[in-house]
């Protein structure tokens, strides 16, 4: 799935690894079973340390000299043992100006998807995060592995793009991701999540038909 936006371009490959392309330089979020031949990354985020987020062999396939990683400081000493690269550790509450760019990054946690009983997937006091980055004046969303959130709130208005997990298996089920849609407000919606490791191929059809004419859906 590929589209361009106010001339920035965007893709969605495998399961949930997000692909912006703006001003000559190509950026990616939680790169995982990437396709050959993709352009090499000028910056990569990861949203936070489980294997289908964080894979060094898919980060070294796009990864140069001068590739730069931003990641959640709570998951920096991990990445600093696998990974030998330029490396961002930033902190929830902060916003940061890196690579020209506004990058804040936004919790990420479950409240009702549990492993156990009283025990999430991804737990708040983990430090896992999304990320809400502007490139120019365009708002974009990569939720990362998540519920829908009360910290989703802060981005009302201010989203263009958001990338949002839908399968229901470990993050938002599609009702959910709705939701948190209302609590954001983007214009685009391109739901992830699914048709790979979790989640059936057709769920992000699905959530199209779900939505309906309020926002624009970019299924896989």
């Known amino acids: 799935m590929n589209f361009t936006y106010q001339g920035i371009q965007f893709a969605l490959y495998e399961h949930d690894t997000a692909y912006v392309g703006y001003q000559g330089r190509h950026f990616y979020f939680d790169p995982f079973k990437v396709p050959e031949g993709l352009p090499p990354a000028d910056v990569i985020f990861i949203t936070h340390d489980h294997f289908d987020h964080f894979s060094p062999e898919d980060i070294d396939k796009l ?3 001068a590739t730069s990683l931003v990641v959640p400081e709570s ?3 991990v990445v600093k043992q696998k990974v030998n690269l330029r ?3 930033v902190e929830i509450g902060e916003t940061y100006t890196l690579f020209d760019l506004e990058i804040t990054p936004i919790p990420a946690y479950n409240v009702n998807k549990f492993k156990a009983p009283g025990e999430v997937f991804h737990p708040k006091a983990a430090g896992y995060v999304g990320y809400f980055v502007k490139f120019g004046e365009v708002g974009v969303y990569f939720a990362g592995d998540t519920d829908a ?8 208005g201010k989203v263009d793009v958001a990338f949002l997990p839908i399968s ?4 938002m ?5 709705l939701e ?3 609590m954001i407000g983007p214009k685009i919606i391109v739901p992830m999540h699914y048709g790979a490791i979790v989640g059936e191929p057709d769920m992000g059809r699905k959530f199209a038909q779900m939505v309906g004419d309020k926002y624009i859906v970019y299924p896989k």
């Open 180 to 182: 948190a849609a209302e």
């Open 168 to 171: 229901g298996t470990y993050v």
């Open 173 to 177: 089920t599609m009702e959910e991701a």
């Open 63 to 65: 990864a140069t000299e």
């Open 149 to 156: 959130i009360p910290e989703m709130q802060q981005l009302k």
């Open 87 to 89: 490396l961002y550790s």
């Open 75 to 77: 998951i920096e000493t």
